[in-house]
């Protein structure tokens, strides 16, 4: 079992951050019929351990929340909650690639960088270290509540849990930055998404931008706007996830989600992941195109219009 040292109790604010953020502006989401386990459920996931990995090859790392990560079966029912980078090792041949899903539920921008348990290494610090030249990084993060809204630089400060000493917060924005930085530091490829899609609608048509606020702007335009800034690649999940729930309709899109309008199935886990893959293969990084298995291969190309 792989050892993070984010502290237990930002752990358990942030799962609850998740929960509420989640259902914010959105109607309780009935619960879903209990079904038989996905074929998918029986074979392994995507390797979540920063250790093992093979020097001799490029890593493709995921730093995220519960949208991207393992997940697990819930008490309820047969559905489990699976997040889309757990199934990233079924597109790539791993003999051409290191896989590593660091993707935490409930983890927000500022707790994913805040110092672990005893003010041991962030699970950021953490994922760094096993970071070396001609790596990548994905960045997805906005699902839970915690920095400030925009992509500027203005700060906040907050009180300190139990009587501790006060925090810093930034914006949204500003966190996604730091983290591009730090990954070009490190001479590896730092590659933000924007945000998996929530199952909320309106007029027939599904979310694609999720606010803090109506008209304050949402999270994954601040991630496209820091991306643009510093000239990184970027995959917009968000549109390809849209873009095939809007054909498919509400009323299958509904069957892929397990609650809270938010968590995925496994099957919606695989549609995101191969929208994610699909908009990868648009960034044309010929390493991680090359190291793509059959299926993988087999997928389209997201090619984003160019911008007017």
């Known amino acids: 079992m792989r050892s993070k040292s984010a502290p237990l109790a930002a752990a358990a604010i942030g799962v609850l951050a998740a929960s509420l953020w989640a259902q914010q502006a959105v109607p309780p989401a009935a619960p879903q ?36 990560a393992t997940g697990a079966r819930t008490a309820r029912d047969n559905n489990p909650i699976r997040g889309w980078a757990a199934l990233l090792v079924d597109y790539f041949d791993t003999s051409k690639i290191n896989l590593a899903n660091y993707a935490i539920g409930g983890a927000t921008l ?73 990954v070009k530091a490190k001479k590896a490829t730092p590659i933000p998404a924007t945000l998996t899609i929530r199952d909320v609608w309106t007029d027939g048509k599904v979310e694609r931008l999720k606010e803090i606020a109506p008209g304050k702007g949402g999270m994954s335009d601040w991630t496209r706007q820091v991306a643009a800034q510093e000239k990184v690649p970027l995959v917009d999940h968000s549109t390809i996830i849209a873009d095939a729930y809007d054909k498919m309709g509400q009323t299958a899109a509904d069957k892929l989600f397990q609650d809270h309008h938010l968590h995925t199935t496994t099957a919606g886990a695989i549609l995101n992941c191969e929208a994610f893959i699909e908009g990868l293969k648009g960034l044309h990084l010929a390493p991680i195109n090359d190291a793509l298995n059959a299926r993988g291969k087999a997928l ?6 160019p911008a007017k």
């Open 33 to 68: 019929p209990a079904t038989q386990p996905h074929p998918r459920d029986s074979q392994p996931y995507t390797n979540g351990a920063l250790t093992g990995l093979n020097p001799n090859l490029p890593t493709l790392f995921i730093a995220g929340d519960s949208t991207a």
């Open 110 to 182: 500022n707790s994913y960088l805040a110092p672990g348990r005893g003010g041991g290494p962030s699970s950021w610090d953490q994922l760094l270290a096993a970071v070396k030249p001609g790596d990548y990084v994905v960045i997805q993060f906005g699902q839970n509540s915690g920095p400030l809204a925009g992509a500027g630089e203005e700060v906040q400060e907050r009180a300190g849990r139990g009587g501790g000493p006060p925090t810093v917060m930034h914006t949204h924005g500003w966190y996604v930055r730091k983290m591009i930085n730090d």
């Open 300 to 305: 389209p190309t997201y090619d984003p219009a």
